[in-house]
């Protein structure tokens, strides 16, 4: 293997990591805001640390391999993508973040009734497929994975255009319970943005994926 081709692998390895740690991250941020688990919300809050840790040595490998490797073709469309990628992961991290910080603001549980009728459960479970298919479309070079997330994110966007309206009508009839309930309101819209996060990381797969997939039929 050459130095390059070294470098690249390190990359790469770091990058699934990356990507683990930020599915690790949503999944509990989803377990800690739907079972008030301030524990686990600490824990967030904790990991944090390391997810900035590993994006800062990402950035830093990703401009050393551009500055003195010189790489080119897939090479280069692979480090292009993970610069890109790497800080899309460390956004989406930060929404779990911002989860586990609403966690220990609440005093009370959130009403089931709100819960069901928004839709936070299905927002959380369609927002996780979309970063786990992100993540096996990385790991796998699966291009067509990667296309499917523009199609989930429908029912995103879907659920997050009725929010604001099912959490005005609750409020109505439930003003003991508004500041819990515009905390679930954020909650929708921060998974909302995790399901746009996981869109601009498809096309950064995309672009690394098919610009090889189109130079080999061409040759």
């Known amino acids: 293997m050459t130095h390059l081709d070294v470098e690249v692998q390190r990359l790469r390895d770091d990058m ?20 008030i688990d301030k524990d686990l919300a600490r824990e967030i809050i904790f990991y944090e640390r390391r997810m900035n ?3 800062l040595k990402i950035d830093r490998d990703c401009e050393n391999i551009l500055a003195l490797l010189n790489p080119v073709a897939i090479d280069l469309r692979f480090v292009l993508a993970c610069m890109k990628i790497n800080s899309s992961l460390e956004r989406i991290a ?5 989860l586990a910080r609403y966690v220990n603001e609440i005093k009370q549980p959130f009403d089931d009734e709100l819960i069901k009728k928004i839709g936070l459960v299905e927002m959380f479970s369609a927002a996780e497929q979309m970063l786990a298919d992100v993540c096996a479309a990385f790991e796998t070079e699966n291009a067509a994975l990667a296309h499917a997330v ?3 994110d429908e029912r995103l966007n879907e659920l997050n255009s009725k929010a604001a309206t099912v959490t005005e009508e609750f ?3 439930h003003l003991d319970k508004t500041y819990e309930s515009l905390f679930v309101l954020s909650a929708i819209r921060k ?11 498809a096309e ?11 130079k080999h039929k061409k040759d």
């Open 191 to 201: 998974m909302e943005r995790v399901g746009d996060i996981a869109k601009n990381i």
């Open 171 to 173: 409020i109505k009839t």
């Open 204 to 214: 950064e797969i995309i672009f690394y994926i098919e610009a090889k997939v189109l």
């Open 150 to 152: 523009f199609q989930k």
């Open 94 to 98: 930060d929404n779990a973040e911002g």
């Open 53 to 55: 840790s590993i994006e």
């Open 16 to 35: 699934k990591e990356m990507f683990a740690l930020t599915c690790s991250q949503i999944n509990k941020a989803r377990q800690s805001f739907l079972n």
